[in-house]
């Protein structure tokens, strides 16, 4: 047990000795915590929150152009303009504000849509009605021959794919309910007056987001549930670069060898470093923790909620650090220079993270990188983080990914000192 906490003391100096770098392991999370969730949040906000300025050019004056105009406003996402610099707004103008960047979209709707959109109407109406001997189609005026019609969605060449989609898919909506509504007009009219209306126009299907509750309240995800457990694993496994290079110090400088010959078995060695770093992963964790239930709501964030969580959080954080602190003791004993052990950790982490889910999420991502994010310890842990703050999950439930995470240290360890062994046989 002496030659145990002689080791961590060891430790300890060696991290004293670098006391901007141990600073700037805890500051720098922090910064980039508070820095993602702020961007986050407040694109979160622009687009639920702020309204959207988009450019109208009604070129219909009728039912249909009223109908889209009433929709974008009742909405609450979208602030219609029909004037630029107080000249009314032409397809042209608005095509060369948009495309500018400007505005992020300009809808053109086309002349005659209401009206010929209703006399096509009225044609298939009297033809089924004629079909059914309902109407004598010799009396039956000749149909006069209509033009599809196109609404104009003009988009910044830089707007996101999904904002496109969102908005075509809301106007397609739109035009298809008032289409529905005009073909039970026509019909009611065409099948005489009635006190009663024949056909109901209210939506049969409706959808309803069923959320998961906890004392009846619903758990609705954040900007910083997602991001306080994604860069805190990201900070937990930047500990891979200090330990790394601390590990090539050792063989560098012959401490290492000295301390072997003392003697004192490798494992205690190992034993050592992983009870220090495995102690600044937890500070880190409690520092995140920390930010997120303390300072956020200063900021305007959503506050981190982590009653009942907390021992779970910390469980996983725990385990993480094992993770980590295992890949960095294998980097430093593969790497023969601080050259190549800095560079190589620091890259390998924002692999990880980035294959890991911590930027992207994985269900955004190809399907061959959706296999590939499976054997990232990131995403065993950040899926396990998930599972406690957003599913409410258990201790049986988190198993699976600390068994996971586990067995990553325990294997990288055993291949360092197996790797260790055979380099000072030679």
């Not at 911590?358 to 399907?367: D, G, I, L, T």
Request: hydrophobic share 50%; glycine share 6%.
């Amino acid at each position: 047990m002496y030659k145990f906490w002689m080791s961590v003391y060891k430790e300890i100096l060696l991290l004293r000795r670098d006391f901007g770098g141990l600073v700037i392991l805890f500051v720098m999370p922090l910064v980039l915590i508070v820095t993602i969730t702020l961007i986050q949040d407040s694109t979160f906000k622009s687009v639920t929150e702020t309204k959207i300025p988009i450019l109208l050019v009604d070129n219909d004056k009728g039912e249909i152009a009223k109908n889209v105009k009433e929709n974008l406003i009742q909405s609450g996402t979208f602030e219609l303009l029909t004037e630029i610099a107080n000249k009314p707004i032409t397809e042209t103008s608005a095509k060369e504000a948009v495309f500018k960047g400007e505005y992020q979209l300009a809808i053109v709707i086309p002349e005659r849509i209401s009206s010929d959109l209703q006399l096509k109407i009225n044609q298939n109406v009297e033809n089924i009605l004629s079909s059914f001997g309902m109407q004598d189609s010799v009396t039956m005026p000749k149909q006069q021959e209509l033009s599809p019609k196109e609404v104009r969605l003009y988009f910044d060449p830089a707007t996101q794919l999904t904002f496109k989609n969102g908005v075509k898919n809301a106007i397609d909506k739109m035009i298809s309910q008032i289409e529905n509504k005009s073909i039970y007009a026509t019909f009611q009219d065409q099948l005489g007056e009635t006190d009663e209306p024949l056909f109901e126009q209210e939506n049969f299907i409706s959808f309803k987001e069923i959320v998961p509750k906890v004392d009846d309240k619903e758990i609705v995800p954040n900007s910083v549930q997602h991001n306080v457990p994604a860069w805190t694993l990201f900070a937990i496994f930047f500990v891979v670069v200090p330990l790394s290079i601390n590990v090539v110090k050792e063989k560098s400088q012959g401490t290492l060898v000295r301390l072997i010959t003392n003697p004192v078995p490798y494992f205690i060695v190992i034993l050592g470093k992983t009870a220090t770093y495995l102690l600044i992963c937890m500070i880190q964790f409690w520092l995140m923790v920390a930010v997120g239930v303390y300072f956020f709501p200063y900021l305007g964030l959503p506050v981190l909620e982590v009653e009942g969580t907390l021992l779970l959080m910390s469980i996983v954080a725990f385990f993480s650090g094992l993770a980590a602190i295992g890949f960095g003791i294998l980097l430093g004993t593969i790497a023969k220079t601080q050259e190549q052990s800095a560079p190589f950790g620091a890259t390998s982490v924002v692999i990880l993270a980035a294959v890991g889910g911590v930027w992207v999420p994985v269900f955004a991502m190809p399907k061959v990188m959706q296999y590939v994010s499976h054997i990232s310890p990131m995403n065993w842990g950040l899926n396990a983080f998930y599972d406690v703050l957003l599913r409410n999950g258990t201790i049986l439930e988190i198993l699976p990914e600390i068994i996971l995470l586990l067995l990553f240290f325990l294997i990288t360890i055993a291949i360092a000192t197996v790797y260790d062994q055979k380099k000072r046989a030679v």
